[in-house]
C-alpha cells in the first residue's frame, strides 16, 4: 500500500450518488446462494454509490486479520503518537485491493469536507490520508473500519446479478459495520429481512 493510495478526491471511477427510486446507495447486498461468483459467497456489501454508470461497495464480513493497521501506518510514513485506536482491516472487494477506503460514523448534520462521501443518515466513507492521520493519534471518528480494495459494477451489471437471484438488499448497514460479529453477519442480515437462513440453504441444497 501506497502513500497514493488514499487521497483526496472522488477520483477512481466511484460515481457519486443520485437520488431515484432505483438508487441503493446505503443499502446491503446479501449473497443468495445463486451467487455465481465464489468471491462473494455468504458475503454482505454495503453500496457506497449508485448511478446509471454503475455501483460501487465495500464487502462488510471479510476480516484481514492478518494486516496490521499500524503496519499500514508506517507504510504510508504515517507518524503516530502511541495512542491510535485497534483499527480493523478488512477486505472490500477485488477491484484495486491496494486502495483503502474508511467507513465510519459521523454527526447526522453537518458539511462534508472533499474527499468524504455520505452513505447514510450518520455514515460515510472518506478516502482522505488525513483520517488516517487523525485515527494514527487517537482522534477522529469513534467507529471507523479500514477497508482494502472494493466490489464495483458496471451499467446495469448489478441490476442483472440482482434479477439472476445474486442478491438481495436490505437496510441495517451501520448495526453490520461496526456491532455484529463477522460470523453472524450474513445470517442476521437475512434475518432483519425477514428469512430464516436455514430453510434457505436447505432451500438451495435441493434446488
Not at 86 to 95: A, D, K, L, M, S
Not at 98 to 126: C, K, Q, S, W, Y
Not at 189 to 200: F, M, T, V
Request: proline share 6%; glycine share 14%; hydrophobic share 40%.
Amino acid at each position: 500500500m501506497s502513500s497514493s493510495d488514499i487521497h483526496g478526491s472522488q477520483s477512481g471511477g466511484i460515481p457519486f450518488a443520485r437520488a431515484g427510486e432505483t438508487n441503493l446507495t446505503g443499502k446491503i447486498l446479501i449473497a443468495m446462494p445463486g451467487m455465481a461468483d465464489p468471491r462473494f459467497e455468504r458475503s454482505v456489501v454495503l453500496i457506497c454509490a449508485h448511478t446509471d454508470e454503475g455501483a460501487m461497495g465495500l464487502v462488510l464480513n471479510r476480516p484481514l486479520p492478518e494486516i496490521d493497521f499500524g503496519d499500514l501506518l508506517e507504510q504510508l510514513g504515517i507518524d503516530s503518537d502511541g495512542s491510535a485506536r485497534p483499527i480493523e482491516v478488512r477486505f472490500g472487494g477485488p477491484v484495486e485491493p491496494g486502495r483503502g477506503f474508511v467507513l465510519h460514523n459521523v454527526p447526522e448534520h453537518g458539511n462534508d469536507p472533499e474527499g468524504r462521501l455520505r452513505i447514510g443518515r450518520t455514515l460515510a466513507m472518506t478516502t482522505t490520508r488525513d483520517i488516517l492521520e487523525e485515527l494514527a493519534n487517537g482522534h477522529g471518528p469513534a467507529s471507523a473500519v479500514l477497508a482494502l480494495g472494493y466490489a464495483g459494477w458496471g451499467p446495469g451489471q448489478l441490476e442483472d446479478e440482482m434479477l439472476q437471484n445474486g442478491w438481495l438488499t436490505g437496510d441495517g448497514a451501520e448495526e453490520l459495520i461496526f456491532s455484529t460479529a463477522h460470523s453472524d453477519k450474513w445470517q442476521t442480515a437475512l434475518r432483519a429481512q425477514g428469512i430464516d437462513p436455514s430453510l434457505l440453504s436447505a432451500a438451495a441444497g435441493h434446488a
